[in-house]
């Protein structure tokens, strides 16, 4: 799971809403920057973010997550909910995903009442598998695709992916501290910050910082929080 949100926050998640496609075309925002360095970051990494997107034909991976819900009591915590699974998922861009279950097991000590033969499917969390190109974070909790990223539905746990197009609509950014990084191969890797501010208080948005190696645009670091 650790690794699959790695991956997801490298390269979004679902397919681009029709509303931000006609904004690839268009200008970004003249406010969008708070100075000339921040501008220049952030058209690298969109820049980096779409083309990594873009060359991905194909994949095969396998999928393993675990969840739980439990509350916390004087004596001990009780368990409410319990739920493992594993697929192994086919992506092809020319052709619809599948789904292959490994295994599913699902826990809800204390209740009486047993699921149907079929039950464990409804508890199986991974309806479509990690789809390249897309413009929003979900964290697997949604596969809704029809939501605008300009006008996000409230119902839906999600937020704006800050390099997606269109993003500078909805976020202002700034230039900041530098960060050297040195890798096991012994090479020092320099990158800037990117401050990422909302422009509005939205549970879809988030607040933060993208570390980018500016030559090549590459997110190397974030830390963000809704």
């Known amino acids: 799971m650790r690794a699959c949100l790695a991956v997801m926050l490298a390269a979004g998640l679902g397919a681009v809403p029709s509303g931000l496609r006609a904004q690839a075309t268009r200008p970004l925002a003249p406010d969008a920057f708070l100075d000339p360095t921040a501008e220049r970051l952030f058209r690298a990494a969109q820049a980096n973010w779409q083309s990594v997107d873009s060359s991905v034909a194909r994949y095969t991976a ?4 675990r969840i739980a819900a439990s509350i916390r009591t004087p004596l001990k915590d009780r368990t409410l909910y319990r739920n493992e699974s594993a697929v192994r998922a086919f992506w092809d861009r020319d052709h619809d995903a599948l789904i ?16 149907d033969a079929l039950g464990w499917m ?24 029809s939501s605008d990223l300009s006008r996000p539905d409230s119902s839906d746990f999600w937020f ?19 960060l050297t990084l ?25 607040t933060g910082a993208l570390w980018i190696e500016p030559k090549s645009g590459a997110l190397v670091r974030a830390v963000y929080q809704l």
Do not use: C, W
């Open 182 to 206: 040195n890798l096991p191969d012994g090479r020092r890797l320099l990158t800037v910050e990117l401050d990422v501010i909302p422009r509005e208080a939205d549970v879809h948005r988030i």
């Open 100 to 115: 292959q279950v490994l295994g599913a097991r699902s826990e809800y000590p204390g209740r009486k009442d047993a699921n």
């Open 160 to 178: 704006a992916h800050p390099l997606a197009q269109g993003a500078d609509t909805l976020y202002r950014y700034r230039s900041g501290d530098t």
């Open 122 to 145: 409804d508890d199986l969390t991974i309806d479509d598998p990690f789809e390249p190109g897309g413009d929003r974070l979900f964290f697997g909790l949604t596969n809704d695709e």
């Open 62 to 65: 396998v999928i393993k997550q």
